[in-house]
């Protein structure tokens, strides 16, 4: 997921390497400002009250008074959701007369620190710094390495003799090799609340642009083997077998693994494959599970498989074969908020829910054929046999993610990662949303195409969305990054492709109504992901994924692309909201419906406050804040 107003950069690439690397650098400079005074006002840690706007022009004001001092915003967009985009130049303007250029993300945190709503610490402070540097760092390299994927894409397309990278993909790459592009294309941004968007403190430059999608990153898998009863296999119902399985999906990988085991004398039925990915294999499990490999546990050793990373860097799809899963794996890594493990719940859960989801489409035809998911098959962790402990596999499990028949399509429909839209196309236009609403544009102005595209759009969204929810209690986790959105040959939203099921939540109640069960995983000090009281975090879900940093966001996207003056965008949001209630409203209670609705269009909308947790060096993962809902009319939003 990304921040809107840092994916269309305004510096044009040269013939001198130095030059493009000091305007990388200085764009992913600005880039880092723009993110950390959204999310300080977003997030309440700057009072928003206290911000001065002129009355005409989009200057800003926000005064220091224990330092005697002003913090002058040059260009300082107000928009809907407490969103403050900074597109200008920030100064600190003192009471000697001193102008001071705040062009950091460090001197900006230094001169706003003592306005802070809470008095974090230096440790949290300087960390916060430093992972912003390494977040600059990483964004301006990947930016200098996508100049020449961006120019190798219009060479492909001129000589095709098309315009638009859409147009392209779907004449001449295959459904399941453009969604893969897409993916990767549109990595390049990240969250629009993680300041520290880029950060991967535990790699060197060189392994930042071998690893991560944005790069075109290819990775081998290691295919090691875990002992079978040192293991625990969770599948979903029509997984039989787990070897089986396993064969079916990979059979030379599974015919090489098989003879590397039989030539150590061991029989492949008392063991397990093992996928590792290779950084994490050498980073970290050698040394972490050394007592395991000593013991006969584990065997690091196997065939490789080549494999391309997606959006989330950790789940991977092998190159080969077409009909192969996706392959979700821990890696011991700090991105953004936190250490990219593979918990015991995300592997108990993941086909659990898969399973149930499964069932519902079946029963409801998709919500009207608007909606499909990646399941996840089966999916297996460590657990010593003898200590029963969940928490050593957090680096050692993997979870199996079926690709057909999502990625196998005959629609004529293209499958766009969320986050792709807001990437800037290879020839520079603006945004890849930019291509969609031209398609089919037709003869209307473009405010008005961009207008009848995103109705369309967020209809697509919020049926299925808010018809799981409210009939079964289930949120999807429909953020930029774990949703594809199938568009049909004129650019137009069709339907709904969700991913990632591990840590989704569900409200047993509205299961229970509708005579479905799902049984919860439960482990001390692992948050539930199956709620039987108030239905509040299951709503938080909902809301934060889809509605914050997804549908928001796209109305802003498209907002200040075609120079929309007006709430508009908003207002249709609101109006499809609401249809999507009226939708499912006859089968729900009449109350809980009621209320429901009141709380999406009305009630702030909750959001993870996570540079508040960076601050506080993630001392509780729970915080949140309320953004003014957009949707409220009425009232400013």
Known sequence: MLNLQSASRTTTATDDPAANGEADTAFSRRNALRRLVRCLFAEGILDKTRLVLAPHGRQAWFPLWKQQAIVYFDD?????????????????????????????????????????????????????????????RNDANVRMHRQGWATALRSDMAEAGVVRLTDYLRRHVSTRDAAMLLDQWGALEGHPYYPTWKAKPGLRDDEV????PECQARVNVRIGALRADMAY????????????????????????????????????????????HSWHLNAHVRSAYANEIADGILIVDGPDLPTLPTMSFRTVLPATPQT???????VA??????????????????????????HILKTE??????????????????????????????????????????????????????????????????PLFTELVEAGAGDVTAQDAAQRWFRQYARTVTRPVIAIYLLYGIALEAHQQNTQVLFDANGQAQRLLVRDFGDGRTYAPLLAARGLTLRPYAWP?????????DIEPVRTFVIDACFVSHLHEIALGLFHTYGFSTARLWEILREETIAAFDAVQARVDPAFWAEEQRIFLEDPWSTRSLLRMHLLKYSDYRLQHGLTNPLRQGKEA
């Open 76 to 136: 300082l967009e107000a928009a809907p959701a407490d969103t403050f985009l900074n597109h200008g130049s920030i100064t600190l303007l003192r009471a000697d007369g001193m102008h001071l250029p705040l062009d950091t993300h460090e001197a900006l945190i230094d001169a706003l620190r003592d306005s802070f709503d809470f008095a974090p610490r230096d440790v949290g402070v300087d960390g916060l710094k430093a992972d912003m540097l390494n977040s600059v």
């Open 209 to 212: 642009l071998a690893l991560s």
């Open 233 to 276: 296999v969770e599948r979903m119902p029509h997984v039989q077998d787990a070897h089986a399985w396993f064969a079916t999906q990979f059979p030379s990988l599974w015919q090489a693994w098989k003879t590397g085991l039989n030539a150590r004398g061991l029989c492949e039925s008392d063991w397990l494959p093992m996928p590792i």
């Open 324 to 330: 192969a899963p996706f392959i979700k794996l821990p």
């Open 333 to 358: 890594l700090w991105m953004t908020s936190e250490q990219r493990s593979l918990q015991a719940k995300s592997i108990h859960m993941g086909p659990r829910i898969s399973a149930l989801i499964e």
């Open 365 to 430: 035809d998709g919500f009207g054929r608007t909606l499909e998911i990646f399941p996840e098959e089966i999916a297996w962790h460590y657990r010593n046999a003898l200590t029963k402990d969940d928490a050593p596999g957090k680096h050692l499990s993997v979870v199996f993610r079926a690709s057909v028949p999502a990625l196998d399509r005959d629609d004529g429909c293209l499958p766009v990662t969320v986050a792709a839209l807001f990437t800037e196309r290879p020839d520079g236009g603006g």
């Open 525 to 533: 000090g692992i948050l539930p992901t199956v709620f039987d009281g």
